[in-house]
């Protein structure tokens, strides 16, 4: 586990020196930002349709998705294009792919953003997997494997360390390793807080990123993960009204939610730094020692390989 003093400066970090300013200009670039119609994702594809970059919104609700698209569009001028994407439901992740390949013949930038936080015990995903692992994880898992061809065609038409996945993580992953036999409802599972399976979801996404890394690094895709920040957003919304109490102290404005996904995803700065983790605002940070083991990611993405070979 980080040392006390590293795990506070992720919670209260130090001004930032990487603004929404020194994100590079996008012109050309095609980039899918998932659950961009809300909270750091909304912020995020704001910034992106700002520097000229062509951002698809892949969002469950068409509704909340397109408002977001035309309020972004009064703010920047720009549109921003809606995908169909819902997380939790396998085929749903494969036919939201399939669409977006479609349409495209480049992407440059996956920001695997969109996420659950403690909703009840009782969410199962259509596919009825824990309702926290099953969307954090194993469709951002699924819809990045359909889209790996995609990357890697495109990454050999660029510069080196043009080509990014970025997943969003959490200083959360501290809570929890990661345990298979409650990724689908079981007694093991009922026995274990929503933090606590929201914390395993977390350290699911490092995990991933990390053999992401270890897989295609060589083959142009630079992947990375990170921890946004504490930000205030509709995230905690399943939280209940203690923890919110208790927690709003220590948020930012969603201002600052984007800024170290962005600082991943396109600086030129961090174009080499396949397999890192980044931690508010703008950082090189370390992740706890279990969301590091090699072994555990490998067998992880085999696992996650298991779940998506029939659909």
Same mark, same amino acid.
């Given at each position: ?13 130090? &001004?930032?020196?990487? &603004? ?6 996008? @012109? ?21 349709? +700002? ?71 009782? %969410?199962? &995903?259509?596919?009825? %997997? ?6 954090? *994880? ?24 043009? *080509? ?25 599972? +009922?026995? +274990?807080? @929503? ?7 977390? @350290? ?11 897989? %295609? ?23 209940? @009204? ?6 709003? *102290? ?26 890192? %983790? ?5 950082? *090189? ?27």
């Amino acid at each position: 586990m980080p040392c006390l003093p590293s795990a506070l400066s992720e919670v209260f970090p130090p &001004t930032t020196k990487f &603004t929404a300013e020194d994100v590079p200009d996008m @012109t050309g670039k095609v980039v899918v930002v998932t659950g961009g119609n809300a909270g750091i994702g909304k912020e995020c594809t704001k910034i992106l349709l +700002r520097k000229n970059a062509k951002v698809y919104i892949a969002s469950r609700d068409e509704a909340k998705a397109k408002r977001a698209i035309e309020e972004l569009k009064e703010i920047t001028g720009k549109e921003a294009l809606f995908l169909q994407l819902d997380l939790a439901n396998l085929r749903k992740v494969k036919a939201s792919a399939e669409e977006f390949l479609t349409k495209e013949n480049e992407l440059h930038v996956l920001f695997n953003n969109a996420g659950v936080m403690n909703c009840p015990v009782d %969410y199962l &995903t259509d596919d009825g %997997y824990d309702m926290q692992f099953g969307t954090n *994880v194993i469709g951002h898992f699924y819809f990045t494997k359909l889209l790996l061809p995609i990357l890697l065609s495109t990454a050999e038409k660029v510069p080196r360390g043009d *080509v990014r996945v970025v997943n969003v993580a959490s200083n959360g992953h501290m809570m929890s390793d990661i345990n298979i036999d409650t990724f689908k409802d079981s007694p093991g599972r +009922r026995k +274990r807080s @929503t933090m606590m399976l929201y914390g395993q979801s977390k @350290t699911g996404n490092i995990l991933f990123a990390n053999e992401l890394a270890r897989r %295609y690094g060589e083959q142009g895709i630079v992947s990375t993960s990170l921890n946004p920040g504490a930000i205030k957003t509709e995230l905690q919304r399943h939280s209940g @009204t203690f923890f919110n109490a208790a927690i709003n *102290v220590i948020l930012s404005d969603v201002s600052f939610g984007p800024l170290t996904q962005l600082y991943a995803g396109t600086s030129p700065e961090t174009a080499s730094m396949n397999g890192k %983790y980044f931690i508010p605002w703008a950082r *090189v940070g370390t992740p706890a020692k279990h969301a590091q083991d090699a072994n555990s990611a490998a067998r992880l993405w085999e696992w996650l390989e298991e779940q998506v070979k029939d659909i």
